[in-house]
């Protein structure tokens, strides 16, 4: 019988709600389940020793998933101990690029199915990661402004704080570096610099539209919107995805990014940090393993994974 530890945050209400029991209930109904409910992400560490032989489940989102993934590589188990998560967050954006149902009960299933996806990871150069997307500038701002409005607004929160801090931010001289090419020279004001692998942020606002977690690259966009009307045009193309094709938005895949410049906040994987003057990200290609959906039976592709719909099943 398949074994699971499932870690869920005893802050977050979610984790407790009827959606939650129920996705719970699917996961005890087929396996043997052990329910791990912590105070702090830095128990994870503990639940994980405790329980070295059971796959461990997320009940939550981008941020706690973040935080099982960052106490795996720091134990040395990334590459032995797939992770599943069933997203009871505010944004659940690593979801979506996935594919993962945000239905808790269909999610739960989809852990039963044990289908897997290897995945790229980002390492920071203060021993931090990033699973899904950092993004420095008038985002992190954003984030900045909408934490308070989270309760009520739920992931809508995140549209409101991008407006008062698209109306108030008038940028920042940044110089971006993708490998050996110089993205922005620091000269200019920049908006906005997204970094990632995963395609959404804010639960759903497609930052990196053609980011994929398994393409062996971590895309970076480069905004410098920053007049009075480029910085509304820009909001709107951000939250269709269409950004990329403006003239003062810049696209980049590579290796490594190294920002310097001007202190700016960062948000990565929804935890606000800094703000910091200097900030570099390198990618550790196929670094650990999540359970996805498998791919439909029209050989169609994986949902949120690649045409072929491939994946390490083991």
Do not use: C
């Amino acid at each position: 019988m398949q074994k699971l530890v499932v870690i869920r945050n005893a802050a977050a209400g979610s984790a407790d709600s009827a959606a939650g029991t129920a996705a719970l209930d699917v996961l005890a109904a087929e396996t043997d389940v052990v329910i791990a409910t912590l105070d702090s992400p830095a128990e994870i560490a503990g639940v994980l020793a405790e329980h070295r032989d059971r796959e461990p489940v997320v009940l939550g989102g981008d941020g706690s998933l973040h935080a099982l993934v960052a106490a795996l590589r720091d134990r040395g188990e990334l590459a032995d101990r797939p992770v599943g998560l069933i997203p009871l967050g505010t944004g659940n954006d690593f979801a979506r690029t996935l594919g993962i149902p945000l239905d808790p009960e269909a999610a739960a299933r989809v852990v039963l199915r044990r289908h897997r996806r290897t995945l790229d990871l980002l390492h920071d150069s203060r021993g931090g990661i990033v699973v899904n997307a950092a993004h420095l500038g008038v985002g992190a701002e954003a984030s900045r402004r909408a934490a308070p409005l989270k309760p009520w607004l739920r992931r809508f929160a995140y549209t409101a704080g991008s407006v008062v801090a698209g109306l108030r931010t008038p940028g920042w001289h940044l110089r971006v570096r993708v490998d050996d090419e110089t993205v922005a020279d620091g000269e200019r004001r920049v908006l906005m610099v997204g970094i990632g692998t995963g395609a959404t942020i804010g639960g759903g606002t497609p930052l990196l539209p053609d980011a994929e977690p398994d393409d062996g690259t971590v895309h970076v966009m480069v905004s410098f919107a920053t007049g009075p009307l480029s910085r509304l045009a820009y909001a709107k193309h951000l939250r269709d995805g269409s950004h990329p094709a403006r003239r003062d938005v810049v696209h980049r895949q590579g290796a490594t990014v190294t920002v310097d410049g001007d202190p700016v906040p960062v948000n990565a994987d929804g935890e606000l940090d800094g703000p910091y003057s200097h900030h570099e990200w390198r990618l550790h290609a196929r670094a650990w393993r999540i359970t996805v959906p498998p791919p439909d039976r029209s050989g169609g592709r994986t949902p949120g994974g690649r045409p072929d719909g491939t994946a390490d099943t083991s």
